[in-house]
């Protein structure tokens, strides 16, 4: 193992024990943890993935991820947290890319453009919400990542927003329908997102004004 492999590891294992140490929720809401953020940037300098969005690295990048942390919320729980007036527990939160070839019926489904080209990834952002005395929710918004040729950054939009009860009042297997809500295409904003580490195991994303996300496997 050379000295930046095991620095690497090192620094791996600091940042998941950091985060770890934290309530799973504490860990993705607003939040000052400098530490991390520290620990964050020296693995970015350690990136053994250059060009992480460029089409042959899409196998270690491409599935599901879960979001262990988050230094200012994301879309989903941002969104969730100014509709409903009650608090709102997070389980869980995962994001789900998708290449060209598994993109057909999450488009056509989820309201995304038809304008992007082949080299978009759509990406599925979720989360699992608990609301007090009503049961449980899974809250997702469907969007694309459009990469820029330099391979690491991309412009987002995201098409629609959906919510599901899948439990309601402690009951499950309801089966109740999902409600989606299109995003009109004059009313998108697009965003820029920068994936500054990428291994097989661990991902780094930043939003435009330095929002840090970190993903698992």
Same mark, same amino acid.
């Given at each position: 193992? =050379?000295?930046?492999?095991?620095?690497?590891?090192?620094?791996?294992?600091?940042?998941?024990?950091?985060?770890?140490?934290?309530?799973?929720?504490?860990? @993705?809401?607003?939040?000052?943890?400098? *530490? @991390?953020?520290?620990?964050?940037?020296?693995?970015?300098?350690?990136?053994? @993935?250059?060009?992480?969005?460029?089409?042959?690295?899409?196998?270690?990048?491409?599935?599901?991820?879960?979001?262990?942390?988050?230094?200012?919320?994301?879309?989903?729980?941002?969104?969730?947290?100014?509709?409903?007036?009650?608090?709102?527990?997070?389980?869980?939160?995962?994001?789900?890319?998708?290449?060209?070839?598994? !993109?057909?019926?999450?488009?056509?489904?989820?309201?995304?453009?038809?304008?992007?080209?082949?080299?978009?990834?759509?990406?599925?952002?979720?989360?699992?919400?608990?609301?007090?005395?009503?049961?449980?929710?899974? *809250?997702?918004?469907?969007?694309?990542?459009?990469?820029?040729?330099?391979?690491? +950054?991309?412009?987002? +939009?995201?098409? *629609?927003? +959906?919510?599901?009860?899948?439990?309601?009042?402690?009951?499950?297997?309801?089966?109740?329908? !999902?409600?989606?809500?299109?995003?009109?295409?004059?009313?998108?904003?697009?965003?820029?997102?920068? =994936?500054?580490?990428?291994?097989?195991?661990?991902?780094?994303?930043?939003?435009? =004004?330095?929002?840090?996300?970190?993903?698992?496997?």
């Amino acid at each position: 193992m =050379t000295p930046v492999h095991r620095r690497r590891a090192q620094l791996k294992t600091q940042l998941l024990q950091q985060i770890d140490a934290l309530e799973p929720e504490a860990a @993705i809401l607003p939040a000052e943890h400098p *530490a @991390i953020d520290q620990i964050i940037c020296e693995l970015e300098a350690l990136n053994p @993935i250059d060009q992480p969005l460029r089409q042959e690295h899409w196998p270690m990048l491409l599935g599901s991820w879960a979001l262990v942390y988050a230094s200012r919320g994301t879309v989903v729980t941002r969104r969730i947290s100014r509709q409903f007036p009650v608090p709102v527990g997070i389980q869980r939160v995962w994001q789900r890319l998708t290449g060209p070839e598994g !993109q057909g019926n999450l488009l056509k489904d989820r309201g995304a453009s038809k304008t992007q080209g082949l080299g978009a990834i759509a990406t599925e952002n979720g989360a699992v919400l608990s609301l007090p005395f009503l049961g449980e929710l899974t *809250a997702t918004a469907q969007g694309i990542w459009q990469p820029y040729e330099e391979g690491e +950054s991309a412009r987002v +939009s995201f098409g *629609a927003f +959906s919510v599901q009860a899948t439990r309601l009042l402690g009951i499950t297997g309801l089966n109740l329908p !999902q409600i989606t809500l299109p995003v009109l295409e004059f009313l998108r904003q697009e965003a820029l997102w920068i =994936t500054s580490y990428l291994d097989e195991d661990l991902r780094f994303g930043r939003g435009a =004004t330095g929002n840090l996300f970190v993903f698992r496997r």
